[in-house]
């Protein structure tokens, strides 16, 4: 097998590809295996949502139900079994790009329970739980960046724990999940921890801020309505350049001194929810060494097909994002209350998605004890 042209092209160009998402199907079929081999895929992001989907949607886990309910595991046991053992085997897929490319990539994410988001001692144990269950270098816990996450997330890197901080929506939050990666690291080192072995990436999420303006600019009308379909790529713009300072300076250059990695940018929600946009659009203007775009399949197979990658993102793009955000707030969408209701609708979908995995999965059980 040979890799895409067009996903090579990507990866020249420093964009870490990870699928975002997994199943078990994927991992029994080869298709995963054949995605790393033709798609430049070298990760794997999970959520919530696509563990509801994978193991409510098929039955490759009705036998591991069936024996783990009659072991007398409760439903959260059974759930972390499906889950870990997931994720561990797609680890064990990775584990050569993992070493080729010196722990940034060959990674698989896998987030704490989403009901703790804001329960910061509780993210922190269960975070050294799964890293502990999973067994495997090459996770990524993955921890929301919400308020009670940013503590959360300073003492997992501390402990030595590499992290995929999500449900990232603005500049700001962006800055202080920065912080807490850095403060992490500086407490790692003085702890006499090796830092070349911890890493981290901080997801971005952008879609869903496009489809969140865009409809506030709809409400607003006339030339607000011209602003549309802009927002998404200008935050992401303006977060890089927010990258670009944070890791030239001279308080990450002195944890550098000592092996320090980069908290790379993780593009996330990156499949395009407005059929009117080009269905490449967060991945052709979102190019820059390094970063990471996890793509859903779709989205992946998008790119495969005619990505066309604009000029890297640079201090002057960042320029550029912060002027078209200025000009949607100018039109009277508060940017502010976006990013709040986003952050909070994004723990709200990861909490429903894990509450009807629960409800499917706790059907399943009371069936095989039947």
Known sequence: MTQNPSTQALSDAGVSIWLDDLSRKRLQTGNLAELLATRNVVGVTTNPSIFQAAISGSDEYDADIARLAGEGKDVDQVIEVLTTDDVRNAADLLADAYASSKGFDGRVSIEVDPRLAHETEKTIAQAEHLFEVVGRENVMIKIPATEAGLPAITAVIAAGISVNV???????????????????????????????????????????????????????????????????????????????????????????????NVQRALWASTGVKNPDYSDTLYVDNLVADPTVNTMPEKTLEAAADHSEPKAALSAETAAAGEAALERVAEAGVDLADVFAVLEREGVEKFEKAWNELLETVSASVEAARA
């Open 166 to 260: 999500t449900l990232i929506f603005s500049v700001e939050r962006y800055e202080a999940v920065i912080d807490a990666y850095l403060a992490g690291l500086e407490k790692a080192a003085e702890a006499g921890k090796d830092l070349s072995t911890i890493h981290s990436v901080a997801s971005f999420f952008v879609s869903r801020v496009d489809t969140e303006i865009d409809a506030r600019l709809d409400a607003l009308g006339g030339d607000a309505v011209s602003l549309k379909g802009q927002a998404g790529v200008a935050n992401a713009q303006a977060a890089f350049g927010v990258y670009l300072t944070a890791f030239g300076s001279e308080r990450f250059k002195a944890l550098a001194d000592k092996g320090a």
